[in-house]
């Protein structure tokens, strides 16, 4: 039987809950609220055990752990963006419940997506302060989920450093989104916030200028390479996951910028499409770029299908992917 739908909106901002009608086969009408974000946010208590004690659900009022607060915040914003801008809901685009643990271990110096949930550290007060603090630091753990849920890129060399740098462009539109910022207007940075007043440096990564995040006498200076010139070979991180991802990730930031308004519109559909359309788990830098190319190209006539895919193509040609 064909399916009457029909979809209503309810609720308050920023959640617009989706009212979900159709009609079975049996001709009944079936109501489903969905597109609302399910958090739970858990205190691992200084501790290495998952998830911990449940300290905040998704109807709680905030609570006093400032940690667990922008836990949750963030990643409503990260929900809010997938929704908005891709017409997504949630990781799996089924409306999967967003899971974070918070003060897990001790001094422990990052965050991660383990598969399941979003795992933060405290820092260690010496150079990292608590991971919570960063809106592009959680829109990455969280993007990793999408990643898993989509292409499921390798995370090692080539496809691994693809993986990387796609959680770094949506932890990057998850803020600029939050703030309402321009491509123009966004700082590019990945973890401004959780560096201590010790460390030589602004964040933990920059797109728009890989390589230059951070030079200080304890961490060194910011690996990351702006062009195919300088892919690191390595056997470390992955084969340096997080350190050639600066070669896509300036790609992104430049495409963006070189098209103008906010980064989430154009050049954000065309890289989640990129992602979305049947890229291999095993995707190259450069099979990934003609992915992009290609969903630019197939982008309506209203969105000047032609200037992006153009667009596109400079921003691969200048970090050195493509000719
Ligand atoms: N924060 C890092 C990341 O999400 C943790 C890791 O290396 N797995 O990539
Ligand atoms: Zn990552």
């Known amino acids: 039987a064909a399916a009457a739908r029909q979809t209503l909106t309810a609720g308050r901002p920023p959640f617009r809950a ?19 974000p399910n958090r739970t946010i858990s205190d691992a208590a200084n501790t290495q055990k998952l998830p911990g004690m449940l300290v905040r659900s998704e109807d709680d009022d905030p ?8 836990a949750f915040d963030g990643l409503g914003a990260t929900f809010e963006l997938l929704l908005s801008a891709f017409q997504r809901n949630s990781l799996d685009d089924a409306g999967a419940p967003l899971n974070a643990s918070v003060h897990y271990g001790v001094d422990y110096d990052n965050a991660f997506w383990d598969g399941e949930r979003m795992v933060f550290g405290d820092g260690d ?21 999408v990643v898993q849920h989509t292409a499921n890129l390798d995370y090692q060399g080539q ?17 600029q989104y939050l703030l309402g910022q321009s491509a123009a207007e966004a700082s590019w940075l990945i973890g401004a916030e959780i560096f201590t007043d010790a460390v030589q440096g602004e964040a933990l990564r920059s797109m728009l200028h890989p390589g230059t995040a951070y030079d200080d006498d304890e961490l060194g ?14 056997t470390e991180d992955n084969g340096g996951v997080h350190i050639n991802s600066g070669i896509p990730n300036r790609a992104f930031a430049l495409f963006a910028t070189d098209l103008g308004g906010n980064a989430w519109e154009r050049a954000g559909t065309v890289w989640y499409r990129a992602l979305t359309g049947g890229l291999s788990s ?9 992915a992009t190319i290609a969903a630019a190209s197939a982008l309506d006539r209203e969105t000047d299908a032609t200037v992006v895919e153009a667009a596109a193509r400079r921003a691969w040609t200048t970090v050195g992917v493509l000719e």
Not at 63 to 70: I, L, S, W, Y
Not at 159 to 175: K, Y
Not at 221 to 229: C, E, S, V, Y
Request: aromatic share 6%.
């Open 18 to 36: 989706r009212l979900d009608l159709s009609i079975d086969e049996n001709g009944d009408l079936v109501a489903q609220l969905s597109d609302a």
């Open 63 to 70: 609570v006093e752990d400032v940690a667990v607060n922008q």
């Open 125 to 145: 007060g010496e150079v990292f302060t608590g991971f919570t603090a960063s809106t592009t630091v959680i829109g990455h753990e969280l993007a990793h989920g």
């Open 159 to 175: 496809p691994g450093a693809l993986n990387e740098s796609i959680a770094d462009v949506f932890g990057a539109l998850t803020e």
């Open 221 to 234: 200076k910011d690996p990351q390479p702006d062009h195919m010139d300088g892919f690191v070979r390595t």
């Open 282 to 290: 095993t995707a190259t830098f450069a099979e990934f770029a003609e």
